[in-house]
């Protein structure tokens, strides 16, 4: 079975650039997450969505921040105008429903570096 | 709302001996909890889950958790440490309703030859 794939895997940008990051979750999952995760802390929820509506996008800094999932498969999530903070790990992940009960399926994760 | 504290930020174990990294959690309902751990370069992958049935969860790997309602806690344990168990380990909480997956601060551990 496919992973869930995310790129690119490494981005590095100026600030008050704009970047965008890409996923594709597992066949057939309805929900898909969007973590951050800062160096030395754990994974911060970001965006939920099922299929393609959101569940969840209370963490995400909307002045900045958005995303979308296409169709309720791939998911982009985008950052403009970029700040040092933003320097992370975007994490995605999906799972095959929405309970609380879910396995989650994490990518390789796309490690962004702000100058 | 839920949260977990991950008690030790970093664990080193010499190989052989046992592996104890702890987890408290809080939860207004009746928590789901779980073990994620994550090797260098490599995405996070689910030990374990306790979803309120046995309180004693087994995993892969030789690890397993004790579910204790009365402590709030959720402590990975393994006998025997190996060289590859090397890693970053997170406790994740969840709750019926609100379906958010809420991740700790992660406790690394270090497997000394």
């Known amino acids: 079975e496919a992973g869930v794939a995310q790129s690119p895997r490494y981005k590095i940008i100026e600030k008050r650039q704009s970047v965008a990051f890409w996923c594709n979750p597992i066949?057939?999952?309805?929900?898909l997450y969007w973590y951050q995760q800062i160096l030395g802390q754990g994974p911060k929820l970001l965006i939920q969505?099922?299929?393609?509506?959101?569940?969840?996008d209370s963490q995400l800094p909307k002045d900045r921040f958005s995303a979308e999932r296409l169709k309720g498969v791939d998911s982009t999530l985008k950052i403009q105008p970029a700040k040092l903070e933003d320097s992370a790990v975007y994490l995605c992940?999906?799972?095959?429903?929405?309970?609380?009960?879910?396995?989650?399926?994490f990518g390789s994760g796309t490690q962004l570096s702000v100058l | 709302a839920q949260s977990v504290t991950q008690l030790d930020s970093h664990v080193s174990v010499s190989e052989g001996t046992p592996v104890l990294l702890r987890c408290n959690y809080s939860s207004s309902y009746s928590p789901s909890l779980f073990w994620y751990v994550q090797h260098p370069n490599k995405g996070l992958q689910l030990l374990l889950k306790?979803?309120?049935?046995?309180?004693l969860v087994k995993g892969i790997n030789g690890f397993e958790a004790e579910f204790k309602k009365s402590e709030t806690s959720f402590h990975l344990t393994k006998p025997s440490a190996h060289m590859s168990d090397a890693a970053e380990y997170f406790c994740?909480?969840?709750?019926?309703?609100?379906?958010?997956?809420?991740f700790g601060t992660g406790t690394r551990l270090k497997v000394l030859a």
């Open positions: 969505f099922q299929n393609n509506g959101v569940v969840d």
């Open positions: 066949s057939g999952h309805a929900t």
């Open positions: 306790y979803t309120s049935a046995a309180t």
């Open positions: 994740v909480v969840s709750e019926t309703g609100t379906y958010k997956y809420i």
């Open positions: 992940a999906s799972s095959l429903g929405a309970s609380a009960n879910e396995k989650l399926f």
